[in-house]
């Protein structure tokens, strides 16, 4: 079969959250492809509101066949926004200009353009990302710089190329899908991961909303990765138990 009928799907950053060797989580032989259309919906997004520490709940893999599975890891994610770019090469050229030109060009830039890092960090191994988006789309992220950290130092590591999107942004989840169309130099990458401020109260109800979601913009949700212990069963089951408790302590007034 040709290149254009198998889809490898290379996950590497997810791959030691799982416990699992570096390399190919999966094939397909599917002739499926990938799109990474861009959404409105959170164009306006406050920066502020999803900056700072969060842990993950499950992970989505959608062009994945390997079913539910629960690990007991619980990784965290950091996400940050930072002043400068990095790189005096991103941005527009400003070669063969005038200085008072580069500084107005690169003014104008920095007004319209603002910087992000995501930082994920388990057990002490990392792996961090260079993102950009325009004020006008503060819910697209772009990948503008290749990841850093020990796992992008692997041999396996495949980088990823692609745009990082918010798909849903409450006060105590977020929701991040992360598109890659395939190209000569890589394979198509589409996943999604669900996090939380704080799993252990995160009630099942809601990450089944997320679910709903997904399988709303056609996103796959039968392969799917629960860590953390799966907090949001525990939350469930306590409301559970409170409701059970408060019965029984009614009817003994009765």
């Known amino acids: ?59 989505y893999l959608h062009m994945s066949k390997e079913g539910v599975t629960t690990y007991k890891s619980c990784p965290t994610v950091v996400i940050w926004e930072e002043d400068d770019f990095p790189r005096s090469t991103f941005g527009p050229s400003t070669e063969n200009q005038q200085l008072h030109h580069v500084q107005a060009i690169s003014a104008q830039f920095r007004h319209e353009y603002r910087h992000l890092r995501l930082l994920w960090d388990e057990a002490g191994q990392t792996l961090e990302y260079a993102l950009y988006f325009r004020n006008d789309s503060a819910g697209y992220w772009q990948t503008f710089d290749v990841q850093n950290g020990t796992l992008a130092a692997r041999p396996s ?70 860590v953390c212990g799966n907090g949001s069963d525990r939350a469930m089951y306590s409301v559970t138990f409170s409701i059970l408790s408060c019965l029984f302590a009614f009817s003994l007034f009765q």
């Open 1 to 59: 079969m040709g290149l254009q009928g198998r889809i490898m799907l290379r996950i590497p950053w997810l791959v030691l959250l799982f416990s699992t060797s570096f390399g190919d989580l999966n094939e397909t032989n599917s002739t499926e492809t990938v799109s990474c259309y861009r959404e409105h919906d959170y164009d306006d997004l406050d920066v502020r509101s999803v900056t700072g520490k969060w842990k993950i709940v499950e992970l």
């Open 157 to 226: 590591y495949q980088q990823f190329t692609g745009t990082v999107q918010v798909l849903k942004a409450v006060n105590d989840h977020l929701v991040l899908n992360f598109c890659q169309e395939a190209n000569a130099n890589a394979p198509a990458q589409l996943y999604s991961v669900l996090f939380s401020r704080d799993p252990g109260q995160m009630a099942r109800w809601e990450v089944e909303a997320v679910h709903s979601m997904l399988q709303t913009k056609k996103l796959s949700v039968a392969s799917r990765r629960m």
